[in-house]
């Protein structure tokens, strides 16, 4: 049973530029979750995503980050319009159910550059 | 709001020796409790976790932690480290009902020889 997968595992954009970050979800989890780690800091909750549905975005900035989670295919985290501060390493996790007590499993996460 | 403290960005421990790395949270509701682990450039592993029963929960590689909830504290624990054992440590808490998880910033434990 393959695990959480991320693509690209880098990537690197201009400022202006968009990114788009993919996540396949673990086979049979229906729940996606996006954190995103700066620098020397720990992992900070963006959103919480279900089949075609945002459940919890609370943790997302208001303008040019969206995310989607198709009824086919990946979950798609998309950044427009870089900025330098946006360079971190963003991070899928997915789960089963969506319960609290779930283990959330972990992608091997996107690290971006912008330059 | 939760919030988790991992008070030692960085513990250098002995290959054998003891460790413990702590980890305090501040929550108003009732939480679950985990500890991830993450290897250089790959994403966390789930170590252990508490969700209600025994305090002292164990993970399968000899790491161990105990919930104190007068103290608000969930300190990770192992007897005896092995080089291998050098990651970083993130303590994470969720509330009952809520999924998001909630990060400390990370401890880096450092085992030498």
């Known amino acids: 049973n393959a695990g959480v997968m991320q693509n690209p595992r880098h990537l690197v954009r201009r400022r202006g530029q968009e990114a788009r970050l993919r996540c396949s979800p673990m086979k049979g989890h229906s729940h996606v979750y996006w954190y995103r780690q700066l620098p020397e800091e720990g992992l900070k909750f963006m959103v919480y995503?279900?089949?075609?549905?945002?459940?919890?975005e609370s943790g997302m900035p208001k303008e040019r980050f969206s995310a989607e989670f198709p009824k086919e295919g990946p979950s798609i985290l998309r950044i427009q319009q870089v900025v330098r501060g946006d360079s971190a390493a963003y991070f899928c996790?997915?789960?089963?159910?969506?319960?609290?007590?779930?283990?959330?499993?972990f992608g091997p996460g996107t690290r971006l550059l912008v330059l | 709001a939760q919030s988790v403290t991992q008070l030692d960005s960085q513990v250098p421990v002995f290959e054998e020796a003891p460790v413990e790395l702590r980890c305090n949270y501040s929550s108003s509701v009732s939480v679950y409790l985990f500890w991830y682990v993450q290897y250089p450039n790959q994403g966390l592993q789930l170590l252990l976790k508490?969700?209600?029963?025994?305090?002292l929960v164990e993970s399968i590689n000899g790491f161990e932690a105990e919930f104190n909830k007068s103290q608000t504290s969930f300190h990770l624990r192992k007897p005896s480290v092995h080089i291998s054992d050098t990651a970083e440590y993130f303590c994470?808490?969720?509330?009952?009902?809520?999924?998001?998880?909630?990060f400390g910033t990370g401890t880096r434990l450092l085992v030498s020889p």
């Open positions: 995503l279900q089949k075609e549905n945002i459940i919890d």
């Open positions: 508490y969700l209600s029963g025994s305090t």
């Open positions: 994470a808490v969720s509330e009952t009902g809520f999924q998001k998880l909630v």
């Open positions: 996790a997915s789960s089963p159910l969506g319960t609290p007590q779930e283990t959330q499993y």
